[in-house]
């Protein structure tokens, strides 16, 4: 039986604590690729795309000669599996793939959720990622035959792996005021989760089976369903300005059932009353009933639905169209998908790229994205710094209630509160373009222990940006709208970054593994990130003039809550 939002509200803390969790063992654990890549090899993935493979056991490296070629070629080998440039490009396929489910299916997802709440998606993603384990287990055992089962069970692992991350996404909502510093957290949890599979090669390189450790993470993805099934409610978790999950009250008197908390419970008890207050006074002249329970529902119904339409009118102040086609998201679209192409490269090239600065040596390779897995636990870390940024002074900004209130003489007026959560998200989306710019910059020169920076930069953008992002939603958008909107923004940018695979094809092939002409040209396309920033600077300086002007001349009638759209 799914517990009630207010007994979800009185676990939140367990849920908040298990979903980060979660998000480290088994959301978006594609973003270990490099280490997931060594693995598939050492079990001969595709290896039969390569001439000659043998048997054997140690990692080593032969020099032989191709048959189907003119030219020699060095032959490497790993774990006695032969491995080649096309099965490079076969597995890099298959990450494709698996990482465009990992953004793609946010869109139906978040429409999904929006209407039906996070449980059921949960409930979903946790057993696909079990499926997905036991489809890679069974594909290791016949590698020759069963290799093709890796797309399969990639596409699986991205969509389970997205169902546990975005539902953990509406989680934070319960957390009032911090809810931007929690999506942070969520966020960091899931970009830290691409240390999980390096944590697997280091158990893996110990002895254990590769088929047995996949076995044993299918078994803890069973946990997560479990735990979700127990603790997550069916309803969506509502917006802190919409909802107060400690009052509830049933008004079955006044005819209708449903719970009804929050500012909403003031606001219709207010209405009610009066309304009630009113017929009173004019039932004087009639007969009193004997009891207020045996009146028909439908008078008192009657004012009921009113107050439901002005509270509806109210709350919408954006339909979702204008939400889509508004400068802020259009421009945030741009960020997202030059960033989202930035980084998928450096993951799905990252190996090859460091085949060419070590001139093929692989236990060097081996060690340098074993250090990039584990730097990816600084996002866990950084990206709550990013959450803090747009949280920043929150507390101190005046409020939707206050805003009707006359001032005294001589009062400082306090900032309001949504022209600080655009400033706020200015200076993160600032910030976050210079670390990305800074990123491009070491990715271009060709200095291997320069790489371990390249990979700082990387790991912190990618916390910063999709909780720069979550948080500047969360800020501007009605938090209904939350989940379309990320989900339509992961779809578009999934989409733009499948441009990886033909860049990767072009690395690999007319330049010959050597990865600077694709840096310089991302670095070149990494400047259209700043375009958000700009128009959230000028956004605000509008508002900011529009509240000015409301102070400066009481007549002029503004709308209190600014929209996205100007």
């Known amino acids: 039986m799914a517990p009630t939002l207010a007994t979800a509200f009185s676990r939140r803390w367990w849920m908040a604590v298990t979903a980060v969790i979660e998000n480290l063992l088994f959301s978006a654990v594609l973003l270990g690729w490099g280490s997931l890549l ?14 000659g493979a043998v048997n054997g056991s140690n990692l080593n490296v032969s020099n032989t000669s191709s048959s189907k070629e003119s030219q020699a070629e060095e032959q490497l080998e790993m774990n006695g599996w032969q491995i080649c440039k096309d099965q490079d490009e076969m597995l890099n396929l298959a990450f494709t793939v698996g990482s465009f489910l990992l953004s793609a299916i946010t869109l139906p997802m978040g429409i999904i959720m929006d209407k039906y ?29 069963l290799s ?32 931007s510093t929690f999506i942070a957290l969520m966020i960091g949890s899931y970009a830290s989760s691409a ?97 207020l ?49 930035r980084l998928i490269f450096y993951m799905g090239a990252m190996n090859t790229i460091l085949e060419s600065l070590t001139e093929g040596d692989l236990p060097t390779v081996s060690v340098y994205t074993s250090i990039f897995g584990v730097l990816q636990l600084l996002c866990l870390v950084t990206s709550p710094v990013i959450g803090y940024v747009m949280d920043w002074r929150l507390k101190d900004c005046e409020d939707e209630s206050e805003k009707c209130v006359k001032r005294e003489p001589g009062q400082p007026r306090r900032p309001d509160k949504q022209i600080q959560k655009i400033v706020n998200a200015t200076r993160a989306f600032i910030f976050t373009n210079l670390l990305l710019v800074g990123f491009g910059i070491t990715c271009i020169i060709p200095n291997l222990p ?86 959230l600077l000028c956004h605000s300086r509008h508002l900011q003039r529009l509240r000015d002007e409301r102070d400066d001349d009481p007549k002029i009638n503004i709308s209190s809550k600014p929209k996205a759209f100007v």
């Open 38 to 51: 060594i693995m598939l090899k050492s079990e001969g993935f595709y290896s039969y795309l390569c001439t």
């Open 293 to 341: 329970a045996s009146q028909e529902a439908n008078k008192l119904c009657l004012s009921t639905v009113d107050l439901e339409v002005k509270c509806k009118a109210a709350e919408d102040t954006q339909s979702f169209m204008k939400s889509i086609i508004s400068p802020i998201f259009l421009l945030s679209l741009i960020t997202m998908c030059v960033t989202q192409l």
């Open 117 to 145: 709440g996070p449980r059921k998606l949960r409930l979903l993603g946790s057993a696909c990622f079990a499926f997905s384990c036991l489809l890679i287990a069974y594909g290791a055992s016949d590698p020759n035959n």
């Open 450 to 535: 320069l790489q371990i920076l390249s990979f700082i930069l990387h790991t912190i953008v990618r916390g910063f940006i999709h909780s720069a992002v979550g948080g500047l939603y969360a800020a501007v958008y009605p938090s209904s709208q939350f989940g379309s909107l990320t989900g339509m923004q992961s779809l578009i940018s999934a989409l733009f970054a499948l441009l990886q695979q033909p860049l990767f094809m072009a690395m690999v092939g007319p330049l010959e593994g050597d990865p600077l002409w694709v840096n310089v040209g991302l670095l070149a396309l990494s400047m259209l990130g700043f375009c958000l920033p700009v128009y």
């Open 148 to 179: 093709i089962l890796i797309f399969f069970a990639l596409a699986m692992n991205g969509f389970g792996g997205m169902c546990m991350t975005f539902t953990s996404l509406t989680l934070p909502n319960m957390f009032g005021d911090l809810r």
């Open 195 to 291: 240390v999980t599979f390096p944590g697997i090669k280091v158990i893996y390189d110990l002895g254990i089976a590769f088929i047995t450790i996949l076995l044993v993470w299918a078994g803890c993805a069973c946990l997560v369903f479990l735990n979700c099934f127990v603790n997550w409610p069916l309803e969506p978790f509502p917006g802190p300005e919409d909802m107060d999950f400690t009052v509830k009250i049933k008004f079955s008197w006044l005819g209708f059932d449903h719970k009804i908390t929050g500012k909403q419970f003031y606001r219709q008890v207010t209405t009610v009353g009066r309304r009630l207050s009113v017929g009173n006074s004019m039932k004087q002249q009639q007969q009193m009933p004997q009891d």
